[in-house]
């Protein structure tokens, strides 16, 4: 008896996820968001990310990052380039911060 040969797990979850971020709202998912769309740990969304990232680059699209923001002063994480939630605000050092969020474009 031979065992099924499982689907590779890592491109069927990016696929999962760039169908998810292709049909985003225009407010983007976060990472709270996909994990319970396509049934990852929300830890484990910004490492997929990243490899969809240079894969959409590829087709010619682009990830947008909805910049997280701190909830207490206001801020926009602007410039961060990383896909995680920041820990606290670098103005305020307020850590309710309201998480990054992603859509597909293109
Ligand atoms: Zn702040």
């Known amino acids: 008896m031979s ?10 979850v990016r696929g999962a996820l760039e169908a998810a ?3 985003a709202p225009e407010s983007g998912l976060t990472a709270k968001d996909l994990s319970a769309l396509v049934g990852i740990s929300e830890k ?23 910049p997280a ?3 207490a002063c206001g801020f926009t994480f602007k410039d961060r380039r990383r896909f995680t939630r920041p820990g606290a605000c670098p103005q305020c050092r307020a850590t309710r911060i309201d ?7 293109g």
Do not use: M, N, W, Y
Not at 7 to 12: D, L, Q
Not at 52 to 65: D, F
Not at 99 to 105: D, E, G, S
């Open 3 to 12: 065992a099924p040969v499982p689907p590779a797990r890592g491109s069927t």
């Open 21 to 23: 971020l292709t049909s």
């Open 44 to 66: 484990d969304v910004a490492g997929h990310l990243e490899h969809l990232e240079k894969s959409l680059k590829v087709q010619g699209a682009r990830l947008e990052v909805l």
């Open 69 to 71: 923001s701190c909830l």
């Open 99 to 105: 998480p990054p969020a992603f859509r597909v474009i």
